[in-house]
């Protein structure tokens, strides 16, 4: 972590070198004044020199307006740079989650997330402006206040450093609590978010209000806010603590040092001016020790946060592009080849970090073979229609299609190419599948439409709304295009959410489409209407479609039936029925709408 961190200050090495340098000026300007004050008794007030007294004096003004000017540049340099690497760490960390495969966002908990980007963020934010210029600025006044005492009088210096060791060792035990405390609120804080997120969306609130479960809900979001207070609690009791065993130490070493050095000035060992000096840089001794302590909290704060983010960064995706990994070559439309093709999801373990998946997640096993050695060629051009019993693994082969996951054996190819061997951009960019659920964001219609296509003009916009049986609706509302369709699209239908999406699919313009239960939520009248319109776009595009819903699939060229992760029977419609097998039985089962014959 440390060498992490140490390669991540490199980059801003020139910036930092110089408020350092900012810092040792400002505060070795602090210890000056002490000095000139000794001086000002001695040569000035106790020889009766008014002329050496005015000098001093004019000296004390230039050293004091010295140290305003590098005081303040120091504050605005080192917020500067703090913010600087605070945006830097964000975006690092915003890239790598982007990298993540669909399985460390299944895995992981979406609060967890959150709070790594937000809360840790500003955590390391906070040590970068505030905890280690502090540190620095009193590791300097330290530094400097004791070479100053040596120089005064070493005997004195001597007696203070046998407080160090009693410093140190009260320092570091505390220290150890405290960091421990610390990654448990953090961890708690997260767990709090995460149950924030999902229980208050909408869907979250709704499925509670109707299963009458709102007071164990509270219960549990009592149990996880009352964990956090006691560990907040104990935080500031151990840092606390620390800070009162100082200010004793500190205070009983400063009796201890008006005592011995007053003795001496009695027997004339030293000056007035050398004992007031002398008192004076004790306290400028002591003061950085108790500032280090406190920053002593904040420091393993951060550094847990710091630590916390690392281990995201550190996180190696399961899915990337190989070094070799290429583009598809343009043309038309792609061939879609499943080749032997077994897959089993992985268990959770490995996917994500264990303190994002909470330990539940984290000790789920396998649940066995999803496809089992499943054969399936879809030539340029081609529509074909995927059936089966629910959990058959037919949504499976559009995940593996866009290598959401990648098959355990077996290969994917898409226009001739394995998709391993394709860069995810490309085979994103010629594949896109519309789900069932498919997510919408909540911003207006024309938001969401223009993720993808971000320079479509309202005449496309307007044309694909059109095709996608939506822009009636569209036209009706109020706001029309800018009309907000609420969290995760929940202020529009079921029906509604496929159909904007379905007009994103037109906007995207993919050579190999994947309609996966995509229009199950339409009324029959409106299906059809959207089947006659999109069969122009369809006929130029290799095309999946997966559905329950046998009349969706219907005119497909060829229609495929899977059962168990195996395909078990191929054909057209017709030749499906007489076969007699599992498509004629799921014929039956499923209600028939009048124009079915
Ligand atoms: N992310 C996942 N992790 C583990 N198992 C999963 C995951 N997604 C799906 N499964 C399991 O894989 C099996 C196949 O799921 P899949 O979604 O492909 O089925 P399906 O045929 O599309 O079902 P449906 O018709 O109900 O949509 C199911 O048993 C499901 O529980």
Redesign the pocket.
């Known amino acids: 972590m440390t060498r992490d961190f140490a390669r991540f200050l490199r980059r801003f090495a020139g910036r930092i070198s110089l408020l350092l340098i900012l810092i040792v000026v400002q505060s070795a300007l602090s210890i000056i004044p002490i000095l000139i004050g000794q001086l000002v008794i001695d040569e000035g007030v106790l020889a009766g020199d008014a002329a050496r007294l005015t000098q001093l004096g004019m000296f004390l003004v230039a050293v004091a307006c010295m140290h305003s000017v590098t005081a303040f540049a120091e504050r605005a340099f080192a917020a500067r740079i703090g913010e600087d690497m605070v945006l830097r760490l964000r975006l690092d960390l915003y890239d790598h989650l982007r990298q993540q495969s669909?399985?460390f966002f299944?895995s992981a908990k979406t609060g967890a997330i959150a709070s790594r980007v937000h809360g840790d963020v500003t955590g390391v934010q906070r040590l970068i402006s505030g905890t280690l210029p502090s540190v620095v600025s009193a590791a300097v006044t330290l530094l400097s206040a004791g070479i100053a005492l040596i120089i005064l009088e070493w005997r004195l210096a001597v007696a203070v450093l046998v407080a160090v060791p009693l410093v140190y060792g009260v320092t570091a035990w505390i220290s150890r609590a405290l960091k421990i405390v610390t990654r448990k609120k953090l961890t708690a804080n997260a767990t709090l978010v995460s149950r924030v997120v999902e229980r208050f969306s909408a869907a979250g609130v709704e499925t509670i209000q109707q299963y009458g479960c709102a007071q164990l809900e509270r219960a549990a979001f009592n149990v996880d806010a009352m964990r956090i207070r006691d560990l907040a609690v104990r935080q500031v009791m151990l840092g606390a603590g620390l800070s009162a065993a100082l200010t004793l130490t500190m205070g009983v070493a400063t009796a201890g040092a008006y005592v011995v050095t007053g003795l001496w000035t009695i027997s004339g060992t030293v000056s007035m001016g050398t004992m007031v000096a002398m008192v004076a840089l004790l306290a400028r001794l002591y003061s950085p020790v108790v500032t280090l302590s406190g920053i002593k909290v904040d420091l393993v704060a951060a550094l847990v946060s710091l630590n916390r983010v690392q281990e995201v960064l550190n996180f190696k995706p399961h899915i990337m592009d190989r070094p070799d990994a290429r583009k598809l070559p343009p043309g038309q439309g792609a061939s879609v080849v499943f080749s032997n093709v077994s897959f089993e999801?992985p268990s959770s373990t490995g996917l994500s970090i264990p303190s994002l998946m909470g330990e539940k997640l984290d000790k789920q096993a396998?649940?066995g073979p999803?496809l089992d050695r499943f054969d399936l060629t879809v030539e340029p051009g081609m529509t074909v229609g995927v059936v089966?019993?629910?959990?058959?693994?037919?949504?499976?082969?559009a995940?593996l299609l866009v290598r959401s996951?990648e098959a355990t054996s077996g290969r994917v190819l898409v226009g001739g190419m394995d998709v391993r061997r394709l860069t995810l951009e490309s085979l994103r960019s010629t594949i896109c599948v519309v789900s069932?659920a498919p997510f919408l964001f909540n911003d207006s219609i024309r938001a969401n439409l223009l993720m993808a296509k971000p320079d479509a003009d309202e005449d496309e916009l307007v044309s694909v709304c059109r095709d996608a049986q939506i822009w009636s609706v569209i036209e009706a509302a109020p706001d029309g295009l800018e009309t907000i369709v609420g969290d995760g699209g929940l202020q529009m239908s079921g029906g509604e959410r496929q159909r904007i999406s379905i007009a994103r699919l037109l906007l995207r313009d993919p050579r190999v489409v994947v309609l996966?239960?995509a229009t199950s939520h339409l009324d029959n009248a409106t299906e059809n209407a959207l089947q006659q319109s999109l069969q122009p776009y369809l006929k130029q595009r290799t095309c999946l479609i997966?559905a329950?819903r046998l009349a969706t699939v219907r005119h497909a060229d060829l229609i495929v039936v899977?059962e168990g992760?195996s395909l078990v029977e191929k054909g057209c419609h017709n030749d499906l029925i007489e076969a007699g097998g599992l498509y004629t039985r799921l014929s039956r089962s499923i209600p028939r709408y009048p124009h079915e014959s």
Not at 388 to 397: H, M, Q, Y
């Open positions: 669909v399985g299944n999801y396998p649940r999803t089966g019993l629910s959990g058959a693994g037919k949504s499976t082969l995940r996951w069932q996966d239960e997966i329950h899977m992760g």
